[in-house]
């Protein structure tokens, strides 16, 4: 029995499975659509679509560096249980090396990807049948460059951080440079590389709010306009120092900030050194986590 693409798609609404299980099944099946359902929830495809709607904001990041090449990503479990089994992180690693080798566009291409003759979607949907739990490739980056790399806790946090410098790819200093710049922004979370780096909107609103709390202090309200403007400017300097990694202070050396260690170790190295992104993701963060309110269900079941 013949199938059309709309066979493939109303297959998926049903199902809620990947559009290439969906085909397979239909082939399978000869077309046969309430045979293809059955199809996928024998092979177990169907039970993950229903339990993936469930919250995962678990999991691990894993990072991949090779050849002038990094990359990272952020894979989802339900429980930190799952997060922390050698299969789980094993597929975080792969998948790290995917993006990292074959350089996907977007999510979708990256599901699509192929590794030792299976697509990256086939990967979690094996490690799904067998330990039953939502997972999800969350996000991806990846730098070419001099790429140094930093995973803290066990894949809580990662990071990447990218340098432009005639410095050989394994050159010590470079990597010692890195690995503690990469700390830091694992350790403070800058939200910028530098002041270049901040939108001007944002400049714009952080103005907009602290005047207003200057006008809500009695002791700042009566204060002329340019007494309040130079206070302003001198809140926006502090700003940037926190929020910029170049004007952060250093975690090791807290009487400089990151740029001039920068600078003071390509002096020592004698070559030129600029940090020119970096990525920071942990795990997790922006997920709102489910809160089981047991009270609310036990009066629920009660009723």
Known sequence: ???????????REKTGCGMMDCKKAL???DGNMEAAVDYLREKGLAS???KAGRIAAEGTVAVYTA???GSIVELNSETDFVANGDGFKALAAEVAEVVATQNPADMDALLACEKDGMTVEAKVQELFLAIRENIKVRRFARYEGKVISYVHAGGKIGVLVNFDTDLAFDNEGLVTMGKNVAMQIAAMNPGYLDEASVPASVIEKEKEILIAQMKEDPKMANKPDAVLSKIVEGKIGKFYKENCLVEQAFV???DINVGKYIADTA??????VKLTSFVRFEKGEGIEKRVDDFAAEV????K
């Open 267 to 272: 002096k020592e190295l004698g070559a030129d």
């Open 48 to 50: 993950q679509a229903k």
């Open 252 to 254: 090791m050396n807290g």
């Open 1 to 11: 029995m013949a199938f059309t693409a709309k066979d493939v798609q109303a297959l």
């Open 27 to 29: 082939v399978e099946c």
């Open 67 to 69: 050849n002038g090449v």
């Open 299 to 302: 009066a629920a079941m009660a």
